[in-house]
């Protein structure tokens, strides 16, 4: 378990991959997101990209998932304040696979029992290109005492 205390600024969690299918594009599409060119390939080529991409929201929500089930869901974590500076750098098509990283930008201590930490997630291609950004702010419990 990862309390408040564990968290050091500058500190970097590497998180796992994952690739997006051109199905799981079109379903997150349909149910949370119907912009024609995240429903289709014709669609895509009618506005600024080359076909088929993936929703920023899509792309947040994986990175979340992500963030939560690898580190958060790891630690004494009582819930967020907020989510600021989202940033869409790239599109994501059929077939990307996404790396996150998360990095601890500020601890602030706030409580006797809580403090909060604020993350940077970036979610990148292969090569390293940043396709999305975000700043959360995360309320984590302290150490009991001993």
Known sequence: MLYFEDFSEGETFELSSQTLT???I???AEQWDP???HLGEDHGKDAVFDGLVASGLHT???GSRTMITEVMNESANMGGK??????FHRPVEPEDTLTGRLDVLETT???PERGDVTFELTMTTPDGAPVLSAT?????GRRPDA
Do not use: K, M
């Open 136 to 140: 959360y702010v995360s309320i984590l």
């Open 60 to 62: 947040l929500c994986l």
């Open 82 to 87: 907020g989510i600021t500076d989202i940033s």
């Open 35 to 37: 912009q024609p060119f």
């Open 22 to 24: 051109r199905a799981e």
């Open 26 to 28: 079109v379903e997150f």
């Open 109 to 111: 201590a706030t409580h």
